[in-house]
């Protein structure tokens, strides 16, 4: 009989299915396939006990399994799924790192972003990326962000780029509404652009 509180790992100990931490499982069948041949009648019945009970010997073979540190096999594995992802995830990243650099990859009105320490925010995946993470609650404040990274906001500049019909000046007076411009020097509170921008440049 094994009391848990954790029914979820308590499955995955014994499945052998691909998945992180399989090697370890596979150790875990192992042992309980020569344990179950031994004799037919052997049977592993599995307990839930919240850990809210607070119950005392359960809490102690707590403390002692997660101070266990135990060794799958004679190497260091390796080969896990979790360290294959992980090693393909860096691999990914190094290299986008590096051709990100290229203006000519990035786009040339690709907005570079700063860290508070002043270095560029460097593109990732973790949680979504630094935009998603921060804007990915609402998905019309991640399309203006969208949007003004990447200079496609229906602006003076925007339409003088793209040859559009419309006004390129600023309603502050300033000869080009450019992102820069609309982002750093415009105060134009009646601007239809001013609070998305405001907002954003503050959240960044």
């Not at 399989?22 to 009648?41: G, H, M, N, T």
């Amino acid at each position: 009989m094994v009391f848990t509180d954790s029914m979820g790992s308590a499955h995955r100990a014994v499945d052998p299915s691909v998945h992180s931490g399989r090697a370890f499982s596979l150790s875990v069948c192992c042992a309980l396939q020569e344990w179950f041949e031994a004799d037919d009648l052997r049977h592993i019945t599995f307990v839930y006990v919240p850990s809210a009970l607070r119950w005392d010997i359960h809490g102690e073979a707590h403390k002692y399994v997660t101070k266990l540190k135990v060794r799958v096999g004679r190497r260091k594995t390796d080969n896990s799924i979790d360290v294959l992802r992980s090693r393909a995830a860096h691999s990914v990243l190094d290299s986008w790192s590096s051709t990100f650099q290229d203006p000519t990859y990035r786009g040339s009105e690709f907005l570079e972003l700063q860290q508070p320490d002043g270095q560029p925010i460097q593109p990732s995946y973790l949680n979504g990326g630094p935009s998603l993470s921060t804007f990915g609650h609402s998905i019309i404040e991640f399309a203006h962000v969208c949007r003004c990274i990447t200079g496609h906001v229906p602006i003076g500049a925007y339409y003088c780029r793209f040859k559009i019909n419309e006004p390129h000046s600023c309603t502050c007076g300033a000869a080009l509404q450019s992102r820069q411009h609309v982002l750093f020097r415009c105060r134009d509170r009646y601007s239809v652009h001013y609070p998305v921008f405001s907002g954003i440049l503050h959240r960044l």
